[in-house]
């Protein structure tokens, strides 16, 4: 009998190319996942259940067993350190974990950082022996170092367009960022068939070799 994989996916800007790798590896998902209001949409068809999960929550989700499988982005991970199994780059929603600054910046003692990773800015400077102050926002934190909130940032790049328009500089990379498939450790263990055989259709279709 086929395994109901109950799939945490992520709503937002994941969203569509999550649901394009899943059918390009051969689910015939419905389209209307995409645009539905819905938080639990039952796909019996390709042996799937999803809930429609804010990003960061997904590993939350996937951790506690409410969900067998889902997708979500490397720098939840990074600053979550959720007790659940990584098993695929998927190579989508690609973009990286970066210092940021104003160009004429220059260096304070105890400097404060803005960013919604507070255990990765907190880890990134404590590995560089740099005393800092981590200042926790939710979103838009570029703002901080215009208005002098902050004197560093710690966020995402992608095109680098949001620190262009704001007159900001990347100062250093941390880490690259995509999205990843994550499993629970039990459900790894007892739906492994069904689990198994979602990453070799996905491997086929990113062409990478599995975690
Ligand atoms: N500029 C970006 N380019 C590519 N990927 C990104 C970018 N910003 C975020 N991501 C990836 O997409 C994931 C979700 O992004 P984000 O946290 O901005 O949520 P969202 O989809 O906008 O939804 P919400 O507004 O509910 O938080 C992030 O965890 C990250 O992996
Ligand atoms: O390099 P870019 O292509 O400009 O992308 C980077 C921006 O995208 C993300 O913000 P998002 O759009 O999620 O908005 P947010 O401010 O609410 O986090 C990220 O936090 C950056 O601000």
Do not use: H
């Amino acid at each position: 009998m086929q395994q109901l994989l109950k799939v945490a996916m992520p709503k937002g800007r994941i969203n569509k190319s999550a649901i394009k790798l899943l059918q390009d590896a051969g689910y015939a998902i419905p389209d209307d996942l995409e645009d539905s209001r819905k938080l639990i949409i039952s796909a019996p068809e390709v042996g799937m259940e999803f809930i429609m999960a804010k990003p960061v929550d997904v590993a939350t989700y996937v951790e506690y067993g409410v969900s067998d499988i889902g997708i979500v982005g490397k720098d939840v991970l990074m600053e979550e350190d959720r007790d659940v199994y990584e098993l695929l780059d998927l190579g989508i929603a690609r973009c990286r974990m970066s210092v940021i600054g104003l160009p004429d910046w220059t260096p304070v003692m105890n400097p404060r950082v803005a960013t919604k990773y507070p255990n990765v800015a907190s880890r990134y400077f404590r590995e560089r022996g740099q005393q800092v102050d981590v200042i926790k926002l939710n979103g838009s934190i570029e703002l901080a170092p215009l208005i002098g909130l902050a004197d560093r940032i710690v966020d995402m790049v992608e095109t680098g367009r949001t620190l262009q328009e704001n007159g900001l500089v990347e100062l250093e990379s941390i880490f690259p960022i995509t999205s990843r498939l994550i499993a629970n450790r039990v459900s790894y263990r007892m739906k492994n068939d069904a689990i198994q055989q979602l990453c070799d259709r996905l491997q086929t279709v990113i062409g990478e070799p599995v975690l």
